[in-house]
């Protein structure tokens, strides 16, 4: 709005909201005067862009404007709060992205206004008949959605308004969730962790990181602090790693705080997820629980944001805008003066060295670390099961309980191998070896698949050699070994279908004597109680990646994995790693859960090399038709941005393997600058997207990249 006596701004500034590189830039709309007010830095807006209509975000407004007919504002349609539109430039211009882009990440999704789905409760059975009873037994104890029970129960909506005029249920607003979890009294070290999180929430907001094995009550801690900032008239946003686990997690907080938690996940369908953001913003839900994409939530007066399992790799978004939500919740933090609160057990370099108060908790609440025992692999002819290994599994097999098995790979074997010639079979169109599932020869990449063949095509040997053993064949390997146990398993191939996951792991909780195999899936934050033994077949495989993350994630998979074992009220539990090579550092500190000292050895090695935290880097990555389009890019690229990075690393051109038949090559920058080297390559890929077009290739800037493969 103007102020008193000047004159209205009549010209707005407005970024439209679509993706295409050539618009990245607002455009100047005229204010008809009935919208002068409405029309602030900030407001979503519909105009005409070309002759189509679409939404657009208020960037700011101006006396006059270089165009000479301008077209006008059409309508408003909603606000994006002045922090949100703060943090969608941010990540613009940190992300080498488009503002249409990262805007679109912050405002509200469009929904129409919908009235609350309304809820049944079973009043009484009596009187019902065999089809109502059956439709009630559906219902069970606690109310659930009005649409949930239609769909469970295969009935109508007419029927059930039947049956609440027998008075055998009723159909009311959605009751306020019950608080049904008991307070505990805080350990010491928990109370100190809260408190730093409050000093900091009081004190204009800062970041904390809460070091603590699984089990040791950090979530404890993250609730406490938002306790805190509730009763200040703050809200607070919790970011959970993996959307499978979001119902448990969720569940904890609901538990605490009642009906002012919203849980945003990707499963939503639109309506719920447009109902969510009006719920949050109108301040009826003041806790927002979610994944990555959470982080953008438009929660008011934001106090608290917790980042749980700070280490996992899907905080980091593979598309554009590829921006890492740590990075987010931390720029959101200070804009918002909010306490950022980093949760793990195995925290990364980066968060050990860049968050300033570092609180750990020690020990497991009522609990000891498992005893960790490491088998090697050379001296044991066993592979996948060793002796120790089998023991171990009979030991449950007899006794009951549960076992974790992990195997970072998926299928039955890694490869398939001519031991006549020493071929291997590979994707045609990603230059990666092909895994066998079943009888099938399958790409991890794309998908590829072909029957196994009975002869080698090359020097028609029969004689061919199944490589490393993945989930199917350990699951196999079980079943063989303990006809008595249970042998469930948890890998991508399963959770590709929707709520797998979570049926596995509701069987795996129910069994009185199973064991679980799967991929890191397995080692992540379930909580299973009786968890007696935890196991890694091949703890040297994680290790051979080229990416210098991968010390990282492999010390990260196996503490998580031990973490498994021994829970709360458990009696100890028991660890086995094999491994190849025994001496492996990320093995042995692993095995004495010595996370301080493999942290402190590994940013000494990043200072060496010039790593993250130390230095930033910024990827780009090339593809094309041929290996030549592709090197082409990235020298391209490489020449074009070599002057303006003064200071910098430039590493490569250096080639990748072919992914989906295309040609790849990347380009490495290390840069104390990644603002400057961010603004540069924007430029650059911009002024390069013809070339690019004609030649049928692609230039991606991925800046904080996860992977380099
Ligand atoms: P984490 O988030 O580190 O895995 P949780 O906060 O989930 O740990 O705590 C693990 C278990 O210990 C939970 O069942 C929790 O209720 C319980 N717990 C946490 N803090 C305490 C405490 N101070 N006293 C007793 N039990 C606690
Ligand atoms: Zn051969
Ligand atoms: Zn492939």
Redesign the pocket.
């Known amino acids: 709005m103007s102020p008193p006596g000047s004159e209205p701004a009549p010209v707005a500034a407005v970024a439209p909201l679509v993706t295409a590189r050539a618009v990245d830039r607002p455009f100047d709309y005229a204010v008809p005067p009935e919208l002068d007010a409405a029309v602030r830095r900030g407001a979503i807006v519909e105009v005409e862009l070309g002759s189509r209509r679409v939404r657009g975000v208020v960037t700011g407004r101006a006396q006059a404007s270089d165009v000479a007919a301008l077209k006008p504002v059409l309508a408003v349609a909603g606000e994006v709060p002045a922090a949100l539109l703060g943090l969608a430039e941010w990540i613009a211009a940190t992300y080498a992205s488009t503002l249409a882009r990262a805007l679109a990440l912050v405002t509200p999704p469009e929904a129409e206004a919908r009235p609350p789905e309304p809820w049944v409760r079973v009043l009484s059975a009596e009187g019902a008949t065999a089809r109502q009873a059956e439709i009630l037994a559906h219902a069970g104890l606690a109310p659930l959605p009005l649409s949930d029970l239609v769909a469970a129960a295969g009935t109508t909506r007419e029927t059930l308004r039947r049956m609440r005029d027998r008075g055998l249920v009723a159909i009311e607003a959605m009751p306020p969730a019950p608080r049904t979890?008991?307070r505990?009294?805080?350990?010491d070290a928990?109370a100190a962790a809260v408190a730093a999180c409050v000093e900091a929430l009081e004190s204009g907001g800062g970041d904390v990181l809460v070091h603590?094995?699984?089990?040791?009550?950090?979530?404890?801690?993250?609730?406490r602090a938002i306790e805190r900032a509730l009763e200040q008239g703050r809200g607070a946003i919790v970011l959970v790693p993996e959307i499978a686990l979001t119902p448990q997690a969720a569940a904890?907080f609901t538990a605490r705080f009642g009906a002012t938690v919203a849980v945003l996940h990707s499963g939503l369908s639109p309506g719920r997820r447009g109902t969510e953001h009006r719920r949050i913003a109108a301040r009826e839900a003041r806790v927002v629980v979610g994944a990555r994409s959470a982080v953008f939530a438009g929660v008011p007066d934001l106090g608290v944001i917790v980042v749980?399992e700070e280490h996992d790799a899907s905080y980091k978004h593979e598309a554009d805008p590829r921006y890492d939500a740590r990075r987010v919740a931390a720029k959101r933090g200070r804009l918002e003066r909010a306490v950022t609160v980093y949760?793990s057990?195995t925290p990364r370099p980066e968060a050990w060295h860049g968050v300033a108060r570092r609180v750990s908790?020690p020990a497991?609440?009522?609990g000891r670390l498992p005893a960790v025992q490491i088998v090697d692999l050379r001296l044991d002819g066993g592979y996948p099961l060793t002796r120790p290994l089998l023991d171990a599994l009979g030991e449950v097999e007899d006794g009951g309980g549960r076992a974790i098995v992990l195997q970072n790979r998926r299928g039955a074997a890694a490869a398939l191998h001519c031991r006549t010639c020493a071929r291997t079979w590979r994707c045609d169109r990603c230059d990666v070896a092909l895994t066998l599932h079943g009888r099938r020869l399958r790409c991890h990449h794309c998908g590829a698949a072909e029957p196994m063949p009975k002869a080698c095509p090359r020097c028609g040997s029969v004689d061919l050699a199944q490589i490393g053993a993945g989930t199917a064949r350990v699951e196999a390997e079980l079943q063989r070994r303990f006809p008595r146990l249970e042998v469930l398993r948890l890998d991508a191939d399963i959770a590709a279908g929707r709520g797998e996951p979570e049926a596995t792991l509701n069987r795996f909780r129910r069994s009185e004597a199973a064991v679980l195999v799967g991929t890191q899936l397995v080692a992540k934050?379930h909580?299973v109680p009786g968890v007696k033994l935890a196991a890694v077949i091949d703890a040297d495989q994680a290790l051979a990646v080229p990416d210098f993350r991968a010390e990282e994630r492999a010390f990260a998979l196996l503490t998580q994995l031990s973490?498994r074992s021994g829970?709360?009220g458990d009696a100890r539990g028991r660890v086995i790693v094999q491994a190849w090579d025994p001496e492996l550092r990320v093995v042995v500190l692993a095995a004495r859960h010595a996370v301080g000292e493999f942290l402190e050895g590994e940013l000494e090695r990043r200072r060496a090399l010039g790593y993250p935290p130390y230095r930033r880097l910024v990827r780009v990555l090339a593809a094309g038709p041929s290996g030549d389009v592709a090197d082409g890019v990235s020298d391209a690229v490489r020449r074009a941005v070599e002057p303006a990075l003064e200071g910098d690393v430039l590493l490569g051109p250096a080639p990748l393997f072919r992914l989906r038949d295309r040609f790849r090559s990347h380009l490495l920058i290390k840069t104390e600058h990644p603002l400057r080297a961010a603004a540069v390559l924007r430029g650059v890929v911009r002024d390069l997207s013809p070339d690019l077009r004609r030649a049928r290739a692609t230039a991606v800037v991925d800046v904080d990249p996860q992977s380099l493969s």
Request: charged content about 30%; overall charge negative.
């Open positions: 979890d008991v505990v009294e805080l350990t928990q603590g094995v699984t089990g040791s009550g950090k979530t404890e801690v993250y609730l904890r749980d949760g057990a908790l497991r609440v009522g934050g909580d973490g829970r709360p």
